[in-house]
């Protein structure tokens, strides 16, 4: 009985206690001590592995340093490129992390040693020494202007004749500072100068930023791309949990909705008489049938004479008159609803105006019809063509003005051989197939 080690004289540690009382009941938790946890699925995802092969692995007891494979592969986490191989698993004990400080601190420590401890720290790293008659100096971080750092100077000034151990924590907790490689290097050039041990607590290790430069080569850098952030977002697809915050994936999905929750604007062009007006009323029937944003038909006589009435019909008032119909368009589509518009607009720069001034509030798709001059003459409703052919009138698109074909549209139809019905079912389904329905 006289080798049993006597009980241990350690007291509560408040912060503890206080975290085991309140961290679970608190209706809102400000801590910034705790990471965002991952989901199974996603650490999984991260190694290449399913949830299959979870579900495969055996429970039961193993070697008391810890699983040989997960030794070997703790190990591995040390290797880096052009310093040499790993460590020998041999190496690495697999404790819990009270366990391992408290193991440390015992069997490292004498009475009478001084230990160097960074701080703000979890508290049994500053705290356990003290039990066994060691003397704790901190060593806090430091915060400036630039954000916290530490201060090499000042730890070198800390070491005296006594000193047994340094502990730090990389990436630190609470502040999220991450040491450089050169800093490090420094703490480790310090410990061999004076024949020092380290302790260096990693708890958060792996959930630091790493520029992609410095990630080794070894590892498997998880990214999204900006592309695939957008649709994403447009599909109203989840976000892995390690993408970001949950906070921050809100704002993202309030700035863009996904592409069924987001206004949009289909504008209709071509030649008068190609049946624009028909098709944009077949259209809007059917949109509003579906029920879900309000619809406003922009049709181009409409707009003429409630918009633009003091315009004539010179390039410039065209182009002002097809501008005007884009900003009344942006402005229902940015407030969700959808807009369909059915002027000539008859210039590709006007068009161009308007795709870029409607994108950034949400869709814009632009349905050419290519009904051939021909057949919209044979039409002629409003009897503008056979005015135009015995020179009785000026300006009219197609026979002394011209019409600029789009060069990117994203609907194409011609009206002379189909029923507008299925036009409009062919227009309707589209919007389907880009996400907007």
Same mark, same amino acid.
């Given at each position: 009985?006289?080798?049993?080690?006597?009980?241990?004289?350690?007291?509560?540690?408040? $912060?503890?206690?206080?975290?085991?009382?309140?961290?679970?009941?608190?209706?809102?938790?400000?801590?910034?001590?705790?990471?965002?946890?991952?989901?199974?699925?996603?650490?999984?995802?991260?190694?290449?592995?399913? $949830?299959?092969?979870?579900?495969?692995?055996?429970?039961?007891?193993?070697?008391?340093?810890?699983?040989?494979?997960?030794?070997?592969?703790?190990?591995?986490?040390?290797?880096?490129?052009?310093?040499?191989?790993?460590?020998?698993?041999?190496?690495?004990?697999?404790?819990?992390?009270?366990?391992?400080?408290?193991?440390?601190?015992?069997?490292?420590?004498?009475?009478?040693?001084?230990?160097?401890?960074?701080?703000?720290?979890?508290?049994?790293?500053?705290?356990?020494?003290?039990?066994?008659?060691?003397?704790? $100096?901190?060593?806090?971080?430091?915060?400036?202007?630039?954000?916290?750092?530490?201060?090499?100077?000042?730890?070198?000034?800390?070491?005296?004749?006594?000193?047994?151990?340094?502990?730090?924590?990389?990436?630190?907790?609470?502040?999220?500072?991450?040491?450089?490689?050169?800093?490090?290097?420094?703490?480790?050039?310090?410990?061999?100068?004076?024949?020092?041990?380290?302790?260096?607590?990693?708890?958060?290790?792996?959930?630091?930023?790493?520029?992609?430069?410095?990630?080794?080569?070894?590892?498997?850098?998880?990214?999204?791309?900006?592309?695939?952030?957008?649709?994403?977002?447009?599909?109203?697809?989840?976000?892995?949990?390690?993408?970001?915050?949950?906070?921050?994936?809100?704002?993202?999905?309030?700035?863009?909705?996904?592409?069924?929750?987001?206004?949009?604007?289909?504008?209709?062009?071509?030649?008068?008489?190609?049946?624009?007006?028909?098709?944009?009323?077949?259209?809007?029937?059917?949109?509003?049938?579906?029920?879900?944003?309000?619809?406003?038909?922009?049709?181009?006589?409409?707009?003429?004479?409630?918009?633009?009435?003091?315009?004539?019909?010179?390039?410039?008032?065209?182009?002002?008159?097809?501008?005007?119909?884009?900003?009344?368009?942006?402005?229902?589509?940015?407030?969700?609803?959808?807009?369909?518009?059915?002027?000539?607009?008859?210039?590709?720069?006007?068009?161009?105006?308007?795709?870029?001034?409607?994108?950034?509030?949400?869709?814009?798709?632009?349905?050419?019809?290519?009904?051939?001059?021909?057949?919209?003459?044979?039409?002629?409703?409003?009897?503008?063509?056979?005015?135009?052919?015995?020179?009785?009138?000026?300006?009219?698109?197609?026979?002394?003005?011209?019409?600029?074909?789009?060069?990117?549209?994203?609907?194409?139809?011609?009206?002379?051989?189909?029923?507008?019905?299925? $036009?409009?079912?062919?227009?309707?389904?589209?919007?389907?197939?880009?996400?907007?329905?």
């Amino acid at each position: 009985m006289s080798n049993l080690i006597p009980p241990l004289p350690i007291k509560e540690f408040l $912060l503890e206690r206080y975290f085991a009382r309140y961290e679970f009941q608190a209706p809102y938790l400000l801590s910034s001590s705790d990471c965002e946890t991952l989901s199974i699925a996603d650490l999984l995802a991260r190694a290449g592995r399913t $949830l299959a092969d979870l579900g495969a692995l055996g429970l039961g007891y193993t070697e008391s340093p810890g699983s040989p494979t997960l030794r070997a592969a703790v190990a591995r986490l040390y290797q880096e490129p052009g310093i040499g191989p790993p460590p020998s698993a041999e190496n690495v004990l697999i404790v819990v992390p009270e366990e391992g400080i408290f193991l440390t601190m015992w069997g490292l420590l004498s009475p009478g040693d001084e230990v160097i401890v960074q701080t703000p720290c979890y508290q049994s790293l500053a705290e356990l020494a003290t039990y066994h008659q060691t003397t704790v $100096l901190p060593w806090p971080i430091q915060e400036t202007d630039a954000g916290w750092t530490v201060d090499l100077d000042q730890l070198a000034a800390l070491i005296t004749a006594k000193t047994r151990l340094i502990v730090f924590n990389t990436p630190h907790n609470p502040t999220g500072y991450h040491l450089s490689r050169s800093q490090f290097n420094n703490i480790i050039k310090l410990a061999r100068q004076h024949t020092l041990w380290l302790f260096c607590d990693e708890m958060y290790r792996g959930a630091e930023y790493q520029p992609e430069d410095e990630v080794s080569d070894k590892a498997r850098a998880l990214q999204i791309s900006g592309s695939e952030l957008r649709r994403r977002l447009g599909k109203g697809l989840d976000l892995p949990d390690w993408f970001s915050y949950p906070e921050v994936v809100d704002e993202l999905r309030k700035a863009q909705p996904p592409l069924f929750e987001r206004g949009f604007t289909v504008f209709f062009t071509g030649l008068s008489g190609a049946g624009k007006s028909t098709l944009a009323r077949g259209l809007l029937v059917k949109l509003l049938e579906d029920g879900r944003r309000p619809v406003t038909l922009l049709d181009g006589d409409i707009v003429r004479t409630n918009l633009s009435s003091e315009l004539g019909f010179s390039r410039e008032h065209r182009s002002l008159n097809v501008r005007r119909i884009g900003f009344v368009a942006s402005e229902i589509t940015k407030n969700r609803g959808i807009a369909i518009c059915a002027p000539i607009a008859p210039y590709e720069a006007d068009r161009l105006f308007n795709r870029e001034l409607i994108s950034h509030y949400g869709g814009y798709l632009e349905v050419y019809v290519n009904t051939p001059l021909e057949v919209c003459e044979q039409r002629d409703v409003k009897g503008l063509y056979a005015k135009a052919r015995q020179g009785l009138i000026k300006q009219v698109t197609g026979i002394d003005d011209p019409y600029e074909a789009p060069a990117d549209p994203e609907i194409v139809v011609d009206s002379s051989s189909e029923d507008p019905e299925a $036009l409009a079912q062919i227009i309707l389904l589209r919007i389907e197939q880009l996400g907007y329905l």
